[in-house]
T-cell receptor, first 112, second 114 residues
Framework: QKEVEQDPGPLSVPEGAIVSLNCTYS??????FMWYRQYSRKGPELLMY????GNKEDGRFTAQVDKSSKYISLFIRDSQPSDSATYLC????????????FGSGTRLSIRP | DAGVIQSPRHEVTEMGQEVTLRCKPI?????LFWYRQTMMRGLELLIY????????DSGMPEDRFSAKMPNASFSTLKIQPSEPRDSAVYFC????????????FGSGTRLTVV
């Protein structure tokens, strides 16, 4: 079993829809949770991060962490065609020496 | 800052040839990571350096792969001899010590071995 599981999609929704992207994980030691966005033929870029459980909002994006269920989500409101990309969840433990573990990514397409 | 700079952007080589990928991390970042991305396996960590010292190379697939970081501003990933299954996008990323919030990635090198 992989440490981090993510549905690869593809996911296609109409413009303006609410998008929900999710990941599950198995390592209860993970403390830092991140979402990266990767446009075609580009490197991943950090979109949002959260520490431990709870929600974090940034504009149209909301990251949610449920440590009891080992489940994290990214919600995109009022989705735009420019949101079309691959979204990778990522996480790491609290140890400064630990490395980030990435999900395999979900490919998202927003139809105009 | 120009970000993490990788070269070349694209590389096409014949099986058996040596391939060298290059990376310049962000100035001031003291951790550097080499990743490989494929459709089948996603983003895989190959090796990472802290203060120019290799810390974890458990992701390096086999002895054909080697990586060096001779100074804080330059790293190379070498494949010798290359094989078709090495075809992938190779990313370099860097971060500063104590940054728990993620890495900055370069634009990647798309390697095709024919």
């Amino acid at each position: 079993q992989k440490e981090v599981e993510q549905d690869p999609g593809p996911l296609s929704v109409p413009e303006g829809a609410i998008v929900s992207l999710n990941c599950t994980y198995s390592n209860s030691a993970f403390q830092y949770f991140m979402w990266y966005r990767q446009y075609s033929r580009k490197g991943p870029e950090l979109l949002m991060y959260t520490y431990s459980s709870g929600n974090k909002e940034d504009g149209r994006f909301t990251a949610q962490v449920d440590k009891s269920s080992k489940y994290i989500s990214l919600f995109i409101r009022d989705s735009q065609p420019s949101d079309s990309a691959t979204y990778l969840c990522a996480m790491k433990t609290g140890s400064s020496a630990s490395k980030i573990i990435f999900g395999s990514g979900t490919r998202l397409s927003i139809r105009p | 800052d120009a970000g993490v700079i990788q070269s070349p952007r694209h590389e096409v080589t014949e099986m058996g040839q040596e391939v060298t990928l290059r990376c310049k991390p962000i100035s001031g970042h003291n951790s550097l990571f080499w990743y490989r991305q494929t459709m089948m396996r996603g983003l895989e960590l190959l090796i990472y350096f802290n203060n120019n010292v290799p810390i974890d190379d458990s992701g390096m697939p086999e002895d054909r792969f080697s990586a060096k970081m001779p100074n804080a501003s330059f790293s190379t990933l070498k494949i010798q001899p290359s094989e078709p299954r090495d075809s992938a996008v190779y990313f370099c990323a860097s971060s500063s010590q104590g940054n728990d919030y993620g890495y900055t990635f370069g634009s990647g090198t798309r390697l095709t071995v024919v």
